[in-house]
């Protein structure tokens, strides 16, 4: 896949004396930090605009930025075999693609693509390693982050190994909705088998069943949850361990 140049440097966040906070605040991560830490770090960061298919960091190359979220979803792929890859995690507004950085790995092999287009907060990884050490909630943030990722990666590998494709999907609707903050997901049928690493017709068929249920209504490039509730009924429990350590950890 091609790394793409990111669209649109919308500049520095500007905003009144005192309301660094706030802005910060649509960054669900870096809105959990005293609002001191966040004074500190806004003059470092750029507010840049993401679009889908875009490549925040390719397999083993140089990590230049470390990007923190405000809208959109991001999926951190795996290769499996040739040009096949498969999605490890996702995150929206509530996570960051600076967990290499902060573990002093310098080529990371895993991929981190751009979804659902949004805007995040793009800070140098040699600014971000610089403010590392200066703050310590920075630190422990980023730690309890590592720490769910870790959770999330053993879980998700369990239940791909164990549960059916209609259970996945409805626990990688039912995630996207919570990192998305919303019920509208502009996937296309095609874009949930890539990642997944199953058929397009095999998506279909669930997403089938699923509107049949009452749970979702489809669209061109487009699931809109309708009865979350219907919808976890025919996820896994894997979707209900991750959001409550995803809470508990984050608190998001």
């Given at each position: 896949m091609e790394v793409r140049a990111i669209r649109g440097d919308i500049g520095q966040p500007r905003a009144a004396a005192g309301s660094a906070y706030r802005i910060a605040g649509r960054s669900r991560f870096l809105g959990q930090l005293p609002e001191?830490?966040?004074?500190?770090?806004?003059?470092?960061?750029?507010?840049?605009?993401?679009?889908?298919?875009q490549v925040l960091h390719d397999r083993n190359l140089p990590v230049e930025?470390?990007?923190?979220?405000?809208?959109?979803?991001?999926?951190?792929?795996?290769?499996?075999?040739?040009?096949?890859?498969?999605?490890?995690w996702l995150f929206g507004s509530e996570g960051t693609t600076s967990l290499p950085v902060m573990l002093g790995d310098t080529h990371p092999p895993l991929r981190r693509v751009v979804q659902i287009g949004g805007?995040?907060?793009?800070?140098?990884?040699?600014?971000?390693?610089?403010?590392?050490?200066?703050?310590?909630?920075?630190?422990?943030?980023?730690?309890?982050?590592?720490?769910l990722i870790l959770l999330q990666s053993c879980q998700l590998g369990a239940c791909n190994g164990q549960h059916s494709v209609r259970q996945r999907l409805g626990r990688w609707l039912l995630l996207a909705r919570d990192s998305l903050e919303a019920v509208r997901i502009a996937m296309s049928h095609q874009a949930l088998a890539r990642l997944m690493g199953v058929r397009r017709a095999t998506i279909?068929?669930?997403?089938?069943?699923?509107?049949?249920?009452?749970?979702?209504?489809?669209?061109?490039?487009?699931?809109?949850?309708?009865?979350?509730a219907v919808l976890e009924t025919l996820s896994c429990d894997?979707?209900?361990?991750?959001?409550?350590?995803?809470?508990?950890?984050?608190?998001?």
């Open positions: 001191r830490d966040v004074k500190r770090l806004m003059p470092l960061v750029r507010r840049v605009e993401i679009m889908p298919r930025y470390v990007y923190f979220l405000e809208s959109g979803l991001v999926s951190v792929m795996a290769k499996v075999s040739g040009r096949d890859w498969v999605e490890a805007t995040a907060l793009r800070v140098s990884a040699t600014a971000f390693r610089e403010f590392l050490g200066t703050s310590e909630p920075f630190r422990d943030m980023l730690m309890k982050y590592m720490q279909s068929e669930c997403l089938s069943e699923m509107e049949a249920r009452g749970a979702v209504r489809t669209g061109r490039r487009l699931i809109e949850i309708t009865d979350a894997c979707y209900r361990v991750v959001r409550r350590e995803r809470q508990r950890l984050l608190g998001t």
